[in-house]
């Protein structure tokens, strides 16, 4: 769709500078501009406007015609403001300050954002999240729409999005602390579909289950599922049996006074990766460059001081 204006900022340039200085030959060298590139620009400003803003005197240079002068305080006033919006914009792309929506998984929220907001506070005092915690297939959407420039998420459920990784988490199983399963060692799938498996009853997370039964020919088992994580681990637990996750927590009890524990996975199952996600040609601002600055220290940490899984993932199950 045209604007309807057909002039640029550029035209309005040469124009206030030609008739500031009231040569055309002057006003080209202050520009780094031919004279007949400047003189040209203002004639088509000109004609685009309807009505002469110069008077051409041979070898006196130029002066302003009465329309010229009308309108040399508008130009002059329309150029502040487009320099004030590019000096915004610079700001937005290079300071760690203002307000920046992010994105956030919403079964990884509770384990890395309080991190993430108590080292914000401490490292960009000025930097204001605004965090949306949602499913995967919602993210997508708040980051197609520009409502948040990133979503902290995973490899396998960031779409089309540019992903940026922070770190590599292996799946693991989790069981009731008594559960004598897996004392020896890392554990199959086939010996763990034996009992049902506990996950989030999202569509994604059903999904992944499905493909990674599926990839290690292993039949899905009866599945129960739960709106959170805490609600997942409490079921744990309680022994209505076992659950995927990714991430380690650090408590191995949960909140009705239940424990878990976890177990690895034996076989060849690919990794996760944690990170963030964003528009494919979105160039990340400063704001977006301090909060991934936040996240990597805090999943750094998170990963050095941790006891056991906290996201029930159905992981990566491969193409």
């Given at each position: ?7 640029s ?16 030959s ?8 031919s ?15 309807g009505v002469?803003l110069?008077?051409?005197h ?27 919006l ?25 384990f ?12 960009y005092?000025?930097?204001r ?8 297939d919602?993210?997508a959407?708040l ?6 420039e ?15 990784a ?16 897996g004392?020896?060692g890392?554990l ?13 009853n ?9 493909k990674l ?11 129960i599922?739960?709106?959170?994580v ?34 690895g996975?034996?076989g ?18 400063g ?9 990597g ?6 990963r050095s ?11 990566r199950?491969?193409?």
């Amino acid at each position: 769709m045209s604007d309807g204006l057909g002039f640029s900022l550029a035209q309005l340039r040469y124009f206030v500078v030609s008739a500031e200085v009231g040569n055309i030959s002057e006003a080209a060298e202050q520009l780094c501009a031919s004279q007949s590139t400047v003189s040209s620009a203002v004639m088509r400003l000109e004609r685009q406007l309807g009505v002469q803003l110069l008077l051409r005197h041979h070898a006196r240079g130029v002066s302003l015609t009465p329309s010229g002068r009308h309108l040399l305080r508008e130009a002059r006033d329309l150029l502040g403001r487009a320099r004030n919006l590019k000096a915004r914009g610079d700001a937005l792309a290079g300071d760690a300050a203002g307000r920046l929506d992010v994105g956030f998984l919403a079964s990884l929220a509770p384990f890395l954002l309080p991190g993430v907001h108590q080292l914000t506070r401490q490292r960009y005092a000025d930097l204001r999240l605004t965090v949306h915690e949602e499913p995967a297939d919602r993210l997508a959407a708040l980051l197609g729409d520009g409502r948040c420039e990133l979503a902290v998420t995973y490899d396998f459920l960031a779409g089309d999005a540019r992903f940026h990784a922070l770190a590599e988490l292996p799946l693991h199983a989790v069981l009731a602390d008594g559960d004598p399963l897996g004392g020896s060692g890392p554990l199959e799938l086939a010996e763990l579909a034996a009992r049902p498996l506990v996950t989030l009853n999202t569509p994604d997370d059903i999904r992944h289950a499905e493909k990674l039964f599926a990839n290690a020919g292993v039949p899905l088992p009866q599945v129960i599922g739960a709106a959170s994580v805490e609600t997942v681990r409490g079921l744990v637990a309680a022994g209505s049996g076992f659950a995927l996750m990714y991430q380690r927590s650090r408590a191995t009890t949960t909140l009705d006074g239940g424990r878990v524990r976890t177990v690895g996975i034996a076989g060849d199952l690919p990794p996760a990766c944690l990170g963030v996600a964003m528009m494919p040609g979105l160039a990340m601002s400063g704001r977006g460059m301090a909060f991934l600055d936040v996240l990597g220290s805090t999943v750094r940490a998170s990963r050095s001081g941790s006891a056991e899984p906290a996201h029930p993932a159905l992981g990566r199950a491969g193409p």
